[in-house]
C-alpha cells in the first residue's frame, strides 16, 4: 500500500505495512490534517482511532507511525526534544505502520499550521 503525502509543494510517498493500523488508515484516505511540528516530527489528529498494536518508544529515520493517545499520524524525520543521541523517540509509545521511499529531511521545510493532505498512491 503506498500513499502520497502532500504539504504545499512538498509530494513525498512512503509505503504502508500490513499491519491492521496500517489498513486503517489507508481505508479512511484521503485524510486532511494541520501540520503540528515537534523536534523534527510532524504530527497531526486523523479520524481514525484503533488500539496500540505493536507499539514501540523509539523510532527510525523515515518512519511513519500512528501515536493511539491523539489519534495521530507522525513522520519522523529527525530527533525529537526527548531524544537521546542517535535515537529518534516519540512522546510515548507509536505504532510504526509504514516508511517513506525518499529523503525524510526534506520534511524540515513544513511550518507548523500548514495543512498537509494524505492520498492513496494510484
Not at 15 to 34: M, Q
Not at 65 to 78: E, R, V
Not at 81 to 86: A, H, L
Amino acid at each position: 500500500m503506498k500513499i502520497k503525502i502532500k504539504v504545499n509543494e512538498l509530494e513525498e510517498f512512503a509505503e504502508l505495512n500490513n499491519t491492521t493500523t496500517a489498513w486503517r488508515i489507508y481505508e479512511a484516505l484521503p485524510i486532511k490534517g494541520t501540520v503540528n511540528i515537534w523536534g523534527d516530527e510532524i504530527y497531526f489528529s486523523i479520524p481514525v482511532k484503533v488500539e496500540p498494536e505493536n507499539p514501540q518508544t523509539k523510532v527510525q529515520l523515515g518512519d511513519i507511525a500512528y501515536w493511539p493517545p491523539g489519534s495521530a499520524f507522525c513522520i519522523f524525520f529527525g530527533p525529537t526534544p526527548i531524544s537521546e543521541s542517535g535515537e529518534i523517540r516519540p512522546a510515548s509509545e507509536v505504532c510504526v505502520i509504514g516508511k517513506l521511499l525518499g529523503d525524510p529531511k526534506q520534511f524540515k521545510t513544513v511550518k507548523d499550521g500548514e495543512t498537509i493532505i494524505l492520498e492513496k498512491k494510484e
